[in-house]
């Protein structure tokens, strides 16, 4: 499995590429952090990360593109803006037909620090020393690109099995409820049958 992790910014927008092997084995492919100057016209900002995207997505050909799930930050604005260009990698994506899976920060630290509260230090700490990098990647969107990716990496085989016990419970529940129809269309032709008597 390739997985391009995305840290969503509008200023800064990080991609990182990981393949992941068996296990917990994890080897960086790339990355980058794209960036978009303050005084340009918000949809300029957009369509530069649309372009990035498409072309991380036409040069390594991710089979899954992990984001980082904004739900809630002090800064409206950079919430917004962060949200914004979460939505273009996505929408790329989805144009591929590319699987798109969402992170909260939280799970991202506790995937790769092992703490949902740790810093953006340790966090690019551990990505360093789990992909056996020379040097930290930087700024920190980079590292966050990264453990973004190496998350999903380990996350998917348990997301995996949790999708297909929801889809078996679908199926389950919808079988039970064509044989309750089934059973109330009997009773409600009897009671018919009856009552014609």
């Not at 989805?94 to 230090?121: E, L, N, W, Y």
């Not at 930290?136 to 973004?148: G, I, V």
């Not at 996350?155 to 199926?171: G, Q, S, T, V, W």
Request: charged share 25%; aromatic share 4%.
């Amino acid at each position: 499995m390739r997985v391009l992790g995305v840290d969503p910014g509008l200023t800064r927008c990080g991609f990182g590429v990981v393949d992941a092997g068996r296990g917990r084995d994890v080897k960086p492919v790339a990355v980058d952090v794209v960036r978009t100057a303050a005084d340009m016209e918000l949809a300029s900002r957009l369509l530069r990360i649309s372009d990035a995207v498409d072309d991380w997505l036409d040069r390594y050909r991710p089979t899954v593109v992990a984001v980082e799930r904004v739900f809630s930050q002090h800064n409206v604005r950079t919430a917004m803006g962060t949200a914004q260009a979460g939505g273009v990698v996505a929408l790329a994506a989805a144009k591929r037909g590319i699987r798109v899976c969402f992170h909260t920060p939280s799970q991202v630290k506790a995937a790769v620090t092992g703490s949902g509260g740790a810093d953006k230090k340790q966090v690019t700490a551990m990505i360093t020393r789990i992909l056996g990098l020379d040097a930290p990647p930087k700024p920190a969107d980079a590292a966050d690109a990264l453990a973004l990716a190496v998350c999903h990496c380990w996350r998917a085989p348990m997301l995996d099995r949790i999708a297909a016990a929801e889809a078996a419970a679908a199926e389950q529940k919808r079988r039970y409820e064509m044989r309750l129809e089934g059973t109330t269309a009997q009773r409600g032709g009897r009671s018919a049958g009856k009552a014609g008597r």
